[in-house]
């Protein structure tokens, strides 16, 4: 039987980032995937390829909308060719998932792929080609999560479907009716939308992005409505049917009355719940709630000493970045380090076009908790480099406590917003205020000048360029 210090349960972010970590810890380390790919869904069915959906829409949305403005003329008619765009895809997350196993070689972790479950506190059941156990002085669960369902919907993975399905899709919908206006329903809702297909997003909320800034979700709303997508807000499906290529979704409006929606597909994308059936977590000594969740204390331990827990299986947001983060932090505890993580700092980010991020506290959640606080913001469209490139939509908002003037809140809807977020991460890890921003250097034309600008509206009300 072999034995290890470390045995991780699962290869997503969180699973294989660990693995590294505790290998350059010194530990002999186990990875255990169940899939034939390292990466976990991250990888293999989430970030990655839905990025370069993304991508490669946007191309094509530029293409035949905007490059004439630009002064750039194509002769004959512009086509998608969309097996190339799977193909593509697919060539991207081949590249990833390979460049983990280069990793894990590369830091001496032992692989296995099969099914993971408990024995006891120690011992972990393999299934795969063949049946193994394997020893480990401590155990890592980063068994990630699925997409989530309503209780009445057949998900037959042809016509109704989920995000995995949705990112290897053979034709372009004529309809796509998405269930859910929340991050992937929105992300996959705009690549096929650009592509052609009618969207229209049913959503039970009052609004969309309902974790988000207010303000960020209408308007982000504002501008996907104006490229085209459909929203019905405050809407409760409650049937979803199919009749050969036809699906038929019902919803019940605030008003009460039931509206039929006729699609030729339907994204079920309604969240997503812990992946920890199977793990006989019970046989460990380890509690999972009613949720499905790994109980944890704030040092990841589940209710087993040995046994930790990480991502998407325990409380708190369904991030990769979270999960990588937790995964470090427990590798260091278990040699014996002090590491920490600041979750209320770890950002949120939105790939449609215009981009959205957000890190902190949002205006509701500061209303909410009773914190006065001062708000500045700038929009897009007054920056040189954002008209030059055409992407005017969006704005910064920096939230700052009206005492001490410390940003406790950033939130962001434009061009680059997922990379120009980091800074706002940085400045509030170190605890800067609005006016520490403000003074900044900020090179210019870059979209990053709205953060100053939304800085120096928060702290005097005086931005320069508006």
Known sequence: MSVFDVAIIGSGPGGYVAAIRCAQLGMKTALIEKYNT??????????????????????????????????????????VNFKQMIDRKASVVDQTTKGIDYLMKKNKIEVFNGTGSFVDGNHIQIEGKTKQIIESKKIIIATGSKPGNLPF???????????????????????????????????????????????????????????????????????????????????????????????????????????????????????????????????????????????????????SSNIYAIGDVIRGAMLAHKAEEEGVMVSEFIAGQKPHINYNLIPNVIYTWPEVASVGKTEEQLNEAGISFKSGQFPMRALGRARASMDTDGFVKILADKNTDEVIGVHMIGARAADLIAEAVTAMEFRASAEDIARMSHSHPTYAEAIKEAALAATENRPLHI
Do not use: W
Not at 57 to 74: L, M, N, P, Q, R
């Open 38 to 79: 390292l990466g976990g869904t991250c990888l293999n069915v989430g970030c990655i390829p839905s990025k370069s959906l993304l991508d490669s829409s946007h191309h094509y949305e530029d293409a035949t909308k905007h490059f004439s403005e630009h002064g750039i003329e194509i002769q004959g008619k512009i086509k």
């Open 153 to 303: 919907i057949k998900i037959d993975k042809e016509r109704v479907i989920t995000s995995t399905e949705a990112l290897k899709l053979k034709e372009i919908p004529k309809h796509l009716i998405v269930i859910g206006g929340g991050v992937i329903g929105l992300e996959l809702g705009q690549v096929y939308r650009r592509l052609g297909s009618e969207v229209s997003v049913i959503e039970y909320a009052d609004r969309i992005t309902s974790v988000m800034d207010s303000g960020l979700s209408r308007e982000l709303m504002k501008v996907l409505k104006k490229q085209g997508i459909k929203f019905y807000l405050s809407h409760g499906v409650n049937k979803v049917s199919r009749k050969g290529k036809e699906v038929d979704v019902t919803a019940l409006d605030k008003k009460g009355e039931e509206i039929i929606f006729k699609g030729d597909y339907c994204l079920v994308s309604v969240g997503r719940r812990p992946n920890t059936a199977g793990l006989n977590a019970q046989s460990a000594g380890v509690k999972i709630n009613k949720l499905g969740q790994v109980e944890v204390n704030d040092q990841l331990q589940t209710t």
